[in-house]
Structures are given as C-alpha cells and as structure tokens.
C-alpha cells in the first residue's frame, strides 16, 4: 500500500508564498495531484502533474499555483503565490495509482 506524506503548510500573511511537498513511499514513481478542501466546501481540484513533468491546473488555478516534480528526490511539489484568504484550505497530496491514495493533508492558512 503506498502512503502519501504532504507536508509545508502553515500560517502565511496575505501576499505570502509557500511551498507545498508531497512524497509517496516505494519505488515507483506516479502521476500526482494536489487537491484542496475549504472549510464547508468541496474538495477541488488544484493541479496534477505527470511522470514526465507534464503539468495541468484547476478552473482559476493557473498564475499562481505552480506544480513540479523531481523524479530523484521522488517529490513533488506546489508553489503558492500571492496568497490569499480565500486560499485557507487543507491541501491533499493524491497519487494516481488505482483508486487512487491520498494524503492526510496539509494546513494552509492565510491570515493577518
């Protein structure tokens, strides 16, 4: 059974940056997504990267959300500029391997 570890999250200043990291255990190496679920809203979609470094975005997501990989340190990670409040979420690491596997999650939080 793979697991998948986020970790990065934090309490940022509006306009902040920060910088998400996501690691699956084993050899193997996946497609990965990164998701994000605000208090009393569903869980949306942010941005998936493949193998190859082929990156895709959520509705409203590109600008900035940056997602990138290094297949050598096997981690994948979410940049967030420009934070806002409205980026206040858990953020979840998924690897695309059947079903799917996520995370546990991560705690995002953008405040004064």
């Known amino acids: 059974q793979v697991q998948v570890v986020e970790s990065g999250g934090g309490l940022v200043q509006p306009g902040g940056s920060l910088r998400l990291s996501c690691t699956a255990s084993g050899s193997s190496l996946y497609a990965m997504t990164w998701y994000r679920q605000a208090p009393e809203k569903e869980r949306e979609f942010v941005a998936g990267i493949t193998i190859g470094g082929i990156a895709n975005y959520g509705k409203s997501m590109e600008g900035r959300f940056t997602i990138s990989r290094d297949n050598a340190k096997r981690m994948v990670y979410l940049q967030i500029d420009n934070l806002r409040p409205s980026d206040t979420a858990v953020y979840y690491c998924?690897?695309?391997?059947?079903?799917?596997?996520w995370g546990q999650g991560t705690q995002v939080t953008v405040s004064a």
């Open positions: 998924k690897v695309l391997t059947g079903s799917g596997v």
